[in-house]
């Protein structure tokens, strides 16, 4: 989101706080009605902190991602290594969406556990897995 639409949703939050205090000195609306619109003001605000929070896994992370990819690791730091079809099955699930795939290849947990991530990216077709994303850049990577 960007900080012109994050400015706009404060100025709209903003004007409807205004009025809600000014209908409260007033004592025109009812208190119920008052309610209702802090009830849809706090709403409002949850739901905007939820869509900053999903990313490429959406809402798993992709450290999260990565643990499902345990049966793998052999597989990503040896090119010659075969594939296990646990790992397979599992990658052409990340593989559907390609963004996480990439961002579980270059994750941190993946690093720390030596994956390498120019062999991780060669899986999906060391698995021969006909619908997956062929020349998707991943970083510096580019899956064949």
């Known amino acids: 989101m960007s900080i012109e639409s994050t400015e706009c ?3 709209k939050i903003a004007r409807v706080v205004q009025c809600l205090v000014h209908c409260i000195e007033e004592m025109e609306v009812p208190m119920k009605f008052i309610c209702f619109l802090v009830f849809l003001l706090v709403l409002g605000i949850n739901g905007f902190n939820r869509v ?3 990313g490429e896994c ?3 992370s ?7 990819l345990a049966s793998c690791a052999t597989a ?4 010659n ?3 296990p079809d646990s790992c397979c099955s599992q990658v052409k699930t990340l593989g559907k969406n390609p963004a996480c795939l990439c961002a579980v290849m270059l994750s941190n947990t993946a690093k720390s556990s030596g994956i390498k991530p120019e062999i991780a990216v060669t899986i999906p077709k060391r698995c021969n897995i006909a619908d997956r ?5 991943c970083g510096p990577y580019t899956l064949p």
């Open 9 to 11: 949703l404060f100025l």
């Open 52 to 54: 900053d929070g999903a």
């Open 58 to 60: 959406g809402k798993s």
């Open 62 to 68: 992709p450290d999260v991602e990565a643990f499902k």
């Open 76 to 79: 990503a730091q040896d090119a």
């Open 81 to 83: 290594a075969q594939v």
């Open 133 to 137: 994303p062929v020349g998707y850049k």
